[in-house]
């Protein structure tokens, strides 16, 4: 397989901007690459088409594998080859500008002497990770030492780890909404446990495949290690279970949290139109009375005072008996 030659140690390639008359496709793609111990990380954040011919000129990777990498519909899996394999790992990325969570996806080539990190867009986890190998030569020799697999492990586990902080934040989110619920706000938050519930459907999807596909890595490590590896990836394994556990749980809370808010609303709606209910109740017998001596006939003592003045007090006679009434059997 032809070499990539770079001096030891950081070493970050000649890099080209663009120059007039040439497309954003056109430039040449700037990978920055980190050797030590015989072992090379090339970064290539945000590829585009042009990668794939930086790519071509010095691996031997299956052109399906250059399709999955600008697919937009791919799912977490582990293609394994005769001397590499090929990941196609998803991560959930809080967007800040957009305050909600999107999905980044992380290609990844991994051979016994190198391993190629492609994510689409930025993820904070990668590119710290990155940043400190580079920076720090102890943190280098320390991953890079034990070969590719290890690195891949940590470069694996940094990305499953970042997920936790997000989680919290999330547990954080339905506690405030449980707050509100129960503080009269109810009628406000129903947009929030909408975003809530949506979070948390987003995050499933992403771990869901995830799972899966964290098993397969586990199986075929023996292309690229030889050496027993299976307690690291297992802790991974057991990362990507408890955020699935968390996510289950927090999936029962927000449900439970809606039909809560829903009672709440439902309650309030009821006592609403029971106070409606029992006013138009006792207005009836009034509206009788008036419409029965606003007929347009005769009847005994028609244009007195004293029947008008008989006629009010009969009416509020009977209003006050039915307010009585009503509020003894705690209807109002």
């Given at each position: 397989m032809p070499a990539i030659r770079t001096p030891r140690l950081p070493v970050r390639p000649i890099r080209r901007g663009p120059t007039m008359g040439v497309t954003p496709e056109e430039v040449i793609p700037e990978p920055t690459i980190i050797e030590d111990h015989g072992i090379r990380w090339i970064h290539i954040p945000k590829p585009r088409h042009s990668a794939q011919e930086w790519l071509q000129s010095r691996f031997e990777f299956h052109p399906l594998d250059y399709e999955d990498i600008y697919s937009r519909n791919q799912r977490p899996k582990v293609d394994r080859y005769d001397d590499y394999l090929?990941?196609?790992?998803?991560?959930?990325?809080?967007?800040?500008?957009?305050?909600?969570?999107?999905?980044?996806?992380?290609?990844?080539?991994?051979?016994?002497?190198?391993?190629?990190t492609l994510p689409n867009n930025d993820l904070e986890p990668i590119d710290s990770l990155f940043?400190?190998?580079?920076?720090?030569?102890?943190?280098?020799?320390?991953?890079?030492?034990?070969?590719?697999?290890?690195?891949?492990?940590?470069?694996?586990?940094?990305?499953?780890?970042a997920s936790f902080p997000m989680?919290?934040?999330?547990?954080?989110?339905?506690?405030?909404?449980?707050?509100?619920?129960?503080?009269?706000?109810?009628?406000?938050?129903?947009?929030?446990?909408?975003?809530?519930?949506?979070?948390?459907?987003?995050?499933?999807?992403?771990?869901?495949p995830q799972r899966i596909a964290f098993r397969d890595l586990e199986r075929a490590m023996d292309v690229v290690a030889p050496e027993e590896l299976d307690v690291y990836f297992d802790d991974v394994i057991d990362a990507s279970e408890r955020i699935w556990d968390t996510l289950e749980n927090y999936k029962e809370v927000v449900e439970g949290l809606e039909d809560s808010n829903e009672s709440i609303i439902s309650h309030r709606t009821n006592d609403t139109l029971k106070v409606l209910t029992s006013i138009t109740v006792i207005v009836l017998?009034?509206?009788?009375?008036?419409?029965?001596?606003?007929?347009?006939?005769?009847?005994?003592g028609v244009n007195t005072d004293s029947m008008f003045w008989a006629i009010t007090v009969v009416m509020a006679v009977i209003l006050g008996a039915m307010v009585i009434v009503f509020r003894r059997r705690g209807w109002l």
């Amino acid at each position: 397989m032809p070499a990539i030659r770079t001096p030891r140690l950081p070493v970050r390639p000649i890099r080209r901007g663009p120059t007039m008359g040439v497309t954003p496709e056109e430039v040449i793609p700037e990978p920055t690459i980190i050797e030590d111990h015989g072992i090379r990380w090339i970064h290539i954040p945000k590829p585009r088409h042009s990668a794939q011919e930086w790519l071509q000129s010095r691996f031997e990777f299956h052109p399906l594998d250059y399709e999955d990498i600008y697919s937009r519909n791919q799912r977490p899996k582990v293609d394994r080859y005769d001397d590499y394999l090929f990941v196609v790992l998803q991560f959930p990325r809080f967007d800040r500008d957009h305050d909600r969570l999107t999905v980044v996806e992380l290609d990844l080539f991994v051979g016994g002497d190198y391993i190629v990190t492609l994510p689409n867009n930025d993820l904070e986890p990668i590119d710290s990770l990155f940043s400190r190998c580079w920076e720090s030569e102890e943190v280098r020799e320390g991953y890079f030492e034990k070969g590719t697999a290890f690195l891949l492990y940590k470069v694996v586990d940094h990305a499953v780890d970042a997920s936790f902080p997000m989680l919290r934040k999330m547990g954080q989110k339905l506690e405030r909404i449980e707050d509100d619920i129960f503080e009269g706000k109810s009628d406000e938050i129903v947009r929030d446990i909408s975003n809530a519930k949506q979070e948390i459907i987003t995050f499933r999807r992403i771990i869901r495949p995830q799972r899966i596909a964290f098993r397969d890595l586990e199986r075929a490590m023996d292309v690229v290690a030889p050496e027993e590896l299976d307690v690291y990836f297992d802790d991974v394994i057991d990362a990507s279970e408890r955020i699935w556990d968390t996510l289950e749980n927090y999936k029962e809370v927000v449900e439970g949290l809606e039909d809560s808010n829903e009672s709440i609303i439902s309650h309030r709606t009821n006592d609403t139109l029971k106070v409606l209910t029992s006013i138009t109740v006792i207005v009836l017998p009034l509206t009788l009375l008036a419409s029965l001596f606003g007929m347009n006939v005769r009847f005994p003592g028609v244009n007195t005072d004293s029947m008008f003045w008989a006629i009010t007090v009969v009416m509020a006679v009977i209003l006050g008996a039915m307010v009585i009434v009503f509020r003894r059997r705690g209807w109002l």
